[in-house]
């Protein structure tokens, strides 16, 4: 075929060289562009009828490789085709050897590009296949995916300067056995990425979805993605804070994972009350106290208790120091405790306390320290909401004073009385 295009080419040119290499020259043309255009209508077939064929399947594992490209890519094979066989038929071997030596050459680093191409596809369809699995979040094995992705081509990469240079190809990796410091420095966060993800994986440190809070790191909000390099953690502020892997085992993180499979959400917030209201409780303030339903039951119990002890001790009860007494603030924790067993929002199951804390300069703290049976972050705060502004309102029934710092209306009311004095 090429001695025909050369006859022709020679009536135009009178250099026969000339004639020769434009002859060579155009037909390597025609040949790439004829390559080009089964490229083309390979790939529009793929695009149209195989994705019809795909979108009547059932299966979900046609439509990711698919959408990983795994067709697209396979279609590289045809131009391949197209120009291998092309080659030999215009090109004679006894009369063109160095440059079907040359072609073959390009041939065969296009077909080593493609199917790593193809395999980097089919690997990033099986993480995707693997993804759909529930297991995938409790072991997910993207970390080795990448490392695999990674020896593909580096494989490739040496493969094709192999083929280049037409050296051996288990020669050059010996070679690069003298590289191994360099390419350990290189790839140094990418081996730490590795080991630590093998650790995180092996541990059950975290999973995807895990709420992480890595203070070190401004982290605290939900895990989007574990990288062999990377971690991704979407912040309640809808920020994303990027992690290095390694990281995770050299610092310090919290997971709330625990909180999230107890069924529960902790609710631990105290509230400070004036010492100076506190005092015991009078008749006047028990009779008071017996018409609240849900201390009935305690103070009945509670008063029988005392009545026995201070008989069996025959303590001189005129004076309020000697013997048992109930007191307005350990009424009100018997309160907190039975409102609290009342809330269908509370989890019964769980810790459960409301205790007083070490009094301080700043009041006596009761602590309510229980947990909620919603895991939503805003219901959860709602229901906190609604315990304390409960307990802030109710506080005076039992002659119980909230301590806050002085404000601006307490100094003039202050002022007023010393004026009015």
């Known amino acids: 075929m090429i001695n025909t295009v050369i006859n022709k080419y020679q009536t135009i040119f009178s250099d026969q060289a000339l004639a020769i290499d434009i002859s060579v020259i155009s037909m390597l043309l025609m040949l790439i562009l004829i390559s080009m255009i089964a490229n083309y209508i390979t790939k529009k077939i793929i695009t149209v009828f195989v994705k019809k064929f795909i979108d009547k399947t059932r299966s979900q594992w046609d439509n990711i490789f698919y959408d990983c490209h795994v067709f697209t890519r396979l279609s590289h094979l045809i131009p391949i085709l197209f120009f291998s066989v092309g080659s ?79 050296k051996d190809l288990w020669a050059l990796f010996l070679g690069m056995s003298g590289m191994m410091a360099i390419i350990m420095l290189v790839f140094k966060d990418t081996l730490l ?18 709420w992480l809070e890595m203070p070190s790191r401004n982290a605290d909000g939900d895990v989007i993605d574990i990288t062999l390099n990377t971690v991704k953690v979407r912040n309640w502020d809808k920020t994303i804070t990027t992690i290095p892997t390694h990281a995770l085992m050299s610092e310090s993180f919290k997971n709330w994972r625990g909180m999230t499979e107890s069924g529960g959400r902790r609710i631990k917030r105290s509230i400070s009350i004036d010492m100076t209201s506190v005092k015991f409780c009078d008749q006047e303030m028990l009779q008071s106290f017996m018409k609240i ?25 005129s004076n309020p120091a000697n013997g048992r007494r109930l007191t307005n603030i350990g009424t009100f924790r018997a309160y907190l405790s039975a409102y609290l067993k009342k809330n269908p929002k509370i989890h019964q199951e769980l810790t459960f306390m409301v205790r007083q804390l070490s009094p301080s300069s700043t009041g006596v703290p009761i602590e309510v320290y229980v947990f909620s049976n919603d895991q939503d972050w805003v219901n959860y705060e709602g229901i906190q909401a609604d315990i304390f502004d409960h307990i802030l309102a109710v506080i005076p029934e039992f002659g119980l004073r909230v301590f806050q710092d002085p404000t601006g209306s307490n100094f003039e009311k202050a002022f007023s009385r010393s004026a009015n004095n």
Not at 121 to 150: E, G, W
Not at 193 to 210: C, E, K, S, W
Request: aromatic share 10%; no cysteine; glycine share 2%.
């Open 293 to 317: 339903e849900i201390l009935k039951d305690y103070l009945l119990k509670k008063q029988k208790e005392i009545e026995t002890y201070n008989k069996e001790t025959g303590n001189d009860l």
């Open 88 to 166: 030999t038929i215009i090109f004679p071997a006894d009369a063109y050897p160095l440059l079907l030596d040359n072609l073959s050459k390009f041939t065969s680093l296009y077909l080593i590009l493609a199917f790593a191409l193809v395999i980097h596809s089919l690997l990033a369809a099986f993480d995707a296949i693997y993804r759909t699995y529930k297991m995938s979040k409790q072991r997910p094995i993207n970390n080795y995916v990448q490392v695999l992705k990674i020896i593909l081509w580096i494989f490739t990469t040496v493969a094709s300067i192999s083929l280049l240079l037409s």
């Open 193 to 210: 990425g590795l080991v630590a993800g093998m650790q995180i994986t092996a541990n059950d440190m975290l999973r995807l979805d895990d």
